[in-house]
């Protein structure tokens, strides 16, 4: 990969966002403003990982959030307390029971192993296009939901899982943020990144100019998968208590509705939408409990922020089907075109 000026421009530019963020909740102090900001960074993780996928293949994926779901169960079972796990997890395997790792690797390990299972599960299903990828990305997302709801050895089945030592702070997120802004671009201007964009664009083509399609989808399917176990294991490390319903359909539609109002083709986008919505989610729902408190209405608000969601999916899709930031990235504009030359 060639680091083109634009390219290091476009990294700074979009770290820029992030690290003014966390320095101003950070000086602040305000406990509200910095859980907003954590989750927002954990957030752009997860988004950067769909973005990986799905920006680059063309193919949707459900199954992003079962494994943020991995990440999280791996990191906890393996950072909960000796003494704590006999009562978070009665039936857990002796030979976990004892196992009490630094929460940090942990997180590490929680990646890896989502990156194992994509990479174990998904590979038959990287010879599918359109539709039938889009369904049984879907179906593999029931599939690992229903195996969380039910493996209460491990997850505490439909319960929630406790005890989990809360180690992710706000600028941890925001350094692993920035670190995975710049793994999204350097896997976008990549060698796989570029056929693989060649695949989403002509799939024929790229096949009769030699590109492996399955496996080039499966390596995209395999980083994006990592990223998703790392944003869990920091989510689980934030929150310190969750069940498997963190980890289904009202989540997925909240980070792909951030990546498609920004724009699936650019990490920008991913960035940008992550910004927006976080910023909209946060509002609307202020709003929302400010309009039950006050009683302004004879009954009460339920759904606001997710409704305002899907209407301005729909907006996005009808006036700009590509997102905010459809194709350029924001070093690539051309307010900064006359300043940098490629080399």
Not at 166 to 178: D, E, H, N, P, Q
Not at 192 to 215: C, F, K, N, P, Y
Request: with cysteine.
């Amino acid at each position: 990969m060639i680091i083109r000026p634009r390219l290091m421009l476009t990294m700074l530019l979009l770290m820029l966002p992030v690290l003014t963020l966390a320095l101003l909740a950070g000086y602040i102090e305000v406990r509200l403003f910095e859980r907003i900001a954590t989750t927002l960074f954990i957030n752009l993780i997860l988004v950067l990982g769909l973005q990986v996928f799905m920006g680059n293949s063309g193919i949707l994926s459900f199954a992003h959030i079962s494994f943020m779901g991995i990440g999280a169960y791996t990191s906890a079972v393996l950072t909960i307390p000796a003494q704590m796990k006999g009562m978070a997890l009665p039936d857990l395997y002796g030979v976990l029971a004892g196992v009490h790792l630094s929460p940090y690797l942990g997180m590490i390990i929680g990646a890896l192993v989502a990156a194992l299972v994509a990479a174990a599960l998904s590979y038959p299903l990287m010879r599918l296009s359109d539709a039938a990828a889009v369904i049984t990305s879907f179906a593999l997302l029931v599939v690992l939901h229903t195996v969380m709801v039910h493996w209460s050895q491990v997850t505490n089945g439909p319960r929630t899982l406790f005890g989990i030592p809360k180690a992710t702070s706000l600028y941890l997120a925001a350094g692993i943020a920035c670190a995975m802004i710049a793994a999204a671009m350097a896997f976008k201007e990549s060698r796989t990144g570029l056929l693989l964009r060649a695949v989403r664009d002509d799939e024929i083509a790229a096949a009769a100019m030699g590109a492996h399609i399955s496996q080039l989808r499966w390596r995209g399917f395999i980083m994006s998968a990592f990223m998703a176990g790392l944003g869990g294991g920091l989510w689980g490390h934030f929150i310190t208590s969750f069940s498997p319903n963190a980890f289904y359909l009202k989540e997925i539609f909240v980070i792909l509705g951030m990546l498609v109002i920004g724009g699936t083709m650019t990490v920008s986008g991913a960035v940008f939408g992550t910004f927006v919505v976080t910023a909209a989610f946060e509002s609307l729902r202020m709003t929302e409990n400010a309009i039950n408190i006050a009683q302004i209405l004879p009954f009460r608000i339920i759904g606001l922020t997710e409704i305002v969601l899907a209407i301005a999916m729909i907006v996005i899709l009808i006036v700009r089907p590509g997102g905010i930031m459809r194709i350029l990235e924001v070093g690539d504009l051309p307010v900064f075109r006359r300043w940098f030359k490629d080399r």
